[in-house]
Structure formats: structure tokens, C-alpha cells
């Protein structure tokens, strides 16, 4: 008996090489920092899996820190990261912006970093509670060329990593745009 496997190719969008290049960045400069530490920094090729009022949701963020590096299976975390870095992308703003922030949020992971590549800007979330003990994130700073010197990951002090080490090998042209 044959059988016949109908497929429908889609042209699924990659990302940027340069949004590749930022986790690449701060993958490889963390890395290094975090030599023979109980935490541990991971790209984007590992998922964390989490069940949300009963509800099995999976995610896979762009870098992520992670200090229980042990309750996992094969490329799944089933615990919390202490730290998530999403990287923007036209076709992911909007789920960063959103749901996945809030799945982060209800995780209570400590701090969350937007990063947009093309506005060369890193948004830091830090997370607290509320007056009814609710976590919540609050934009801690934005770091622009302008404050690139305040760049830090709160939650991980004596981790450093520079502006410019994170947006390196990125070239703009004198509008700022990607050529």
C-alpha cells in the first residue's frame, strides 16, 4: 500500500543576522563570566516548558540565565531562568511586547531585557510587586548610545557586558539604519 504525504511549502521569514549577532554577543561575553558558576547562559536552541493554570506553554527565548540548570529534559527547561533577553524583530515585536512578557511575568523571572537592534536600545525589566503582592515588571532604564555606560544586568551584578559588546559587528550607516 503507498501512501502520499500531501506538504505546502511556506517561505517562513528568518530572522536578522544581526538579531542573531546580539544573542550571539551577549551569549558568548556572558559565557566567559560564568565559567565554573552554578548558572549558566543559554541561546536561543533551548526551550523552557512551563504548565500555566493548566495549561502546557512552551517558549523559547532568545538568551536566557539560568541558575537550576539540572530540573531539564533533552533541550527542555521545565524551571524559571533568573534572566530573559528578547531580541526584536518586526515579526516578533509584538509577541515579545506581549504575551511571552506576560508568561515571564506570571514565571517571575527576575529580570527581562528587551533589545532592539535597528533603534540600537536595550530596555531592562526588573521584576517587583505590587501593593497585593502581584509581580509585576517595571521598566527599570533605557539605555541608549546616549547612557550606553549604565548598561548592567541587575540581577547578576558582577556579570558585565558593554553597549558596544553587545552591538558589536552590527554596522549602521550615518541614519542608523541596517545596510
Known sequence: MES???TVMTDMAGAYIEHSAVITNFVATIHRQLKNNFCKVFPDNVQYKWNVNG???????DATI???VHARKGNS???IPRFVMEVLSPSTEKYDRGEKMELYRQQEVDEY??????KRKVEIYNLDYDENKEAQY???QIITEKNKNELKIVH???LQITFDELFEDIDYDKKGVWQ
Open 4 to 6: 502520499v504525504i500531501n
Open 113 to 118: 531585557w528587551i533589545v532592539d537592534w535597528q
Open 138 to 140: 517595571y521598566l527599570w
Open 77 to 79: 527547561f521545565f524551571d
Open 55 to 61: 495549561e502546557n506553554k512552551t517558549v523559547i527565548p
Open 66 to 68: 539560568n541558575c537550576r
Open 156 to 158: 547578576f551584578p558582577n
